[in-house]
């Protein structure tokens, strides 16, 4: 066990146990029960470890249900209603009981007046209170400690998806291809050369463009991947087709760079591009899902070992960035990745 958590579920409770201990003796000096006695710090100390418990059990249902993030007045509200109410009941009922043993085993005669109920209730309120003060603020410390590891995790992820996003720019395999295609359009047609040339250098501005920002709108997305998808399909011709279905209301609606030039590019990593079972990818929009990359199933016999990291890492910072989770569907002919977009409901991007 941590040393945090050791200080949080024993040392704190123990400690406030004592000081409410002296609280009671204090309370002795007015005719109150029940004073300094061996039993009183007993009953006080397995009281405060009993309420203490139950706070942390009222925070960990209400982290499920209703987490700091989401509403935090609403939060703060219900999590101080429902400690008060059950400390309370609980403070009252073990003072009761504890009357109880005084008169029946110690044959006191202290009667269970309206005061004594009433000063129990007070005790019970204001020892509550410097529990929630102390468990609150700790899982305040606790939500912020967490939001900036996942902060640190997303700016890593961002990091890894921008080298990613260049890298696959500057693959061998991908320059290698490409200068072969233009090598060989430069002795059959030269307009075309210099056509794809263009083509390619686009690739590498809007990359360049992409990479220092944590959102893009869909049409700067799209545009990068009509670049992509252009150059690639001269070089395979009619074995590639690619379709577009967007409407133009969405447009300006901001999603996560490099999402679907990137799975674009994984469509074609992974499938045969044959001009005899052509390969067609489709992005399509659907209000309940956002946009949609599709693309029919003609797999390789081989597919490069990285395929899938950006895939993974996509979905990290969708979680992260969004609150959502990419949607994969497969099945024996079609594949597809669902990407959502951004509500409006985030906190503000602003484009380094």
């Known amino acids: 066990m941590s040393t945090t958590n050791l200080w949080i579920r024993y040392i704190v409770p123990l400690l406030l146990a004592l000081f409410f201990g002296l609280m009671v003796t204090l309370q002795s000096m007015f005719r109150e029960p029940i004073g300094l006695t061996w039993y009183g710090f007993t009953w006080m100390i397995a009281t405060t470890y009993l309420l203490w418990g139950l706070n942390l059990k009222i925070g960990s249902k209400l982290d499920e ?52 109920l009433g000063s129990s209730v007070a005790i019970g309120f204001m020892l509550t209170t410097f529990i929630n003060v102390i468990q609150i603020g700790y899982q305040l410390i606790q939500v912020r400690e967490a939001e900036r590891l996942q902060a640190e995790r997303y700016q890593r992820d961002m990091v890894q998806a921008r080298l990613e996003g260049l890298k696959q720019q500057i693959d061998p395999h991908f320059l290698f291809n490409n200068f072969s295609t233009l090598y060989g359009l430069i002795h059959e ?43 690639v399909t001269i070089r395979y011709g009619n074995a590639l087709r690619y379709e577009e279905n967007i409407p133009a209301e969405i447009m300006d609606r901001q999603m996560i760079p490099f999402a679907l030039q990137m799975l674009v590019e994984n469509a074609i990593k992974h499938n045969q591009v044959e001009a005899a079972q052509p390969l067609v990818v489709r992005i399509y929009y659907t209000p309940e899902q956002g946009l949609c990359v599709e693309n029919n199933l003609i797999p390789r016999s081989s597919v490069p070992v990285s395929a899938k990291i950006g895939l993974k890492n996509l979905e990290k910072r969708h979680k992260y960035r969004l609150g959502k989770s990419i949607s994969i569907v497969q099945n024996r002919h079609i594949f597809s990745v669902e990407v959502p977009l951004f509500t409006g409901s985030e906190y503000p991007v602003v484009p380094k």
């Open 65 to 116: 249900r209703m987490p700091w993030n989401d509403h935090f007045l609403r939060r703060l509200g219900t999590q101080l209603l429902w400690s008060n109410l059950g400390s309370i009941l609980v403070f009252v009922v073990s003072y009761v009981l504890l009357n109880w043993y005084e008169n029946m085993f110690l044959q006191l005669d202290n009667p269970l007046s309206l005061v004594h």
């Open 189 to 231: 047609d030269s307009e075309k050369a210099g056509a794809f040339l263009l083509k390619l250098s686009d690739i590498y501005r809007l990359v360049l463009e992409h990479l220092d920002r944590e959102s893009v709108s869909v049409s700067e997305e799209l545009a990068l991947v009509r670049v992509y998808t252009e150059l």
